[in-house]
């Protein structure tokens, strides 16, 4: 099995410190073969104002140093997480040209609302009693999910995350059945397949594995074959957590491969 984690933060994310050099020694030690780093960069910030900044002198500095030191030990990976590429697609594109040859890996998430709430990052939403705030907040992230690829296929590579209202939905006590939403996750997964790129199965550092199972089978009768796996880790403790029963839940589901990135192209590995 290919153990992988690419979905990563460092110190270039405003809600990380850590440094790379940490998370590349913690992905040793947990026997990882290959990392990505995935470094924050949303088109809206928490509070809803646009925003796109990324700082890619420092990433690439801070990627080059440690992919040096780490030669022979880790494969490591320069990524992105772009967040809310539907909002200002032009910009999006502006910040990924910023990545230039080395850029390998684009993740496309969407953790704010957009063109409702101010725009504010989902974290921020209070959900508890409010069930009707919590179906416009799928409704919300499931029609910028279409939107990115079925409009924008080039700003991403794997689809991060794609419950993410979920984890604030839950965190407040509430849920909402994931089959409500079956029609709507099978056309973004058609079209995921469709345009060749990947479905994340994203672990948020091993708490969230058991909505996978159902996602999986309908990606995969969706025609869907590229699947990645993140940690979301933003510190080194985090790393790799659920890797390894995120790939065993993809073997399980009949897929035979897992994708890694390389200068956005996607390489597999057997399971
Ligand atoms: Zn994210
Ligand atoms: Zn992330």
């Excluded at 050099?21 to 992905?27: K, V």
């Excluded at 230039?100 to 921020?124: A, C, K, M, P, T």
Aim: with cysteine; aromatic share 8%.
């Amino acid at each position: 099995m290919y153990l992988c984690d690419v979905h990563t933060h460092s110190l270039i994310s405003p809600d990380s410190e850590a440094p790379l050099t940490a998370m590349a020694e913690a992905s040793v030690s947990a026997g990882l073969e290959e990392l990505c780093v995935t470094d924050h960069c949303d088109l809206l910030d928490w509070e809803g104002r646009p925003d796109g900044s990324f700082d890619w002198t420092a990433a690439k500095e801070q990627y080059r140093a440690v992919k040096a030191a780490f030669d022979g030990r880790l494969a490591l990976r320069l990524g992105l997480e772009l967040g809310s590429a539907p909002f200002d697609p032009d910009k999006a594109r502006a910040v990924i040209a910023g990545g230039g040859e080395e850029l390998d890996f684009v993740l496309g998430s969407l953790h704010n609302w957009i063109g409702d709430q101010g725009n504010i990052d989902l974290y921020f939403s209070r959900f508890a009693g409010d069930m009707a705030l919590c179906r416009k907040a799928m409704d919300n992230a499931l029609s910028h999910a279409w939107a990115l690829v079925a409009r924008y296929p080039d700003c991403y590579d794997s689809l991060a995350h794609v419950l993410y209202p979920m984890r604030y939905i839950r965190r407040d006590g509430m849920d909402l059945p994931l089959t409500d939403y079956e029609e709507a996750l099978r056309a973004i997964f058609t079209e995921v397949a469709k345009t060749g790129r990947a479905l994340e199965v994203n672990t948020h550092h091993g708490l969230d594995m058991d909505d996978w199972p159902l996602l999986l089978r309908w990606f995969k009768e969706c025609g869907g074959e590229l699947i990645t796996v993140g940690s979301d880790a933003h510190r080194p403790g985090d790393v790799a957590k659920g890797v390894p029963e995120a790939l065993a839940l993809i073997k399980a589901a009949g897929f035979d491969h897992i994708a890694t990135f390389e200068k956005r192209r996607p390489v597999t590995h057997p399971l």
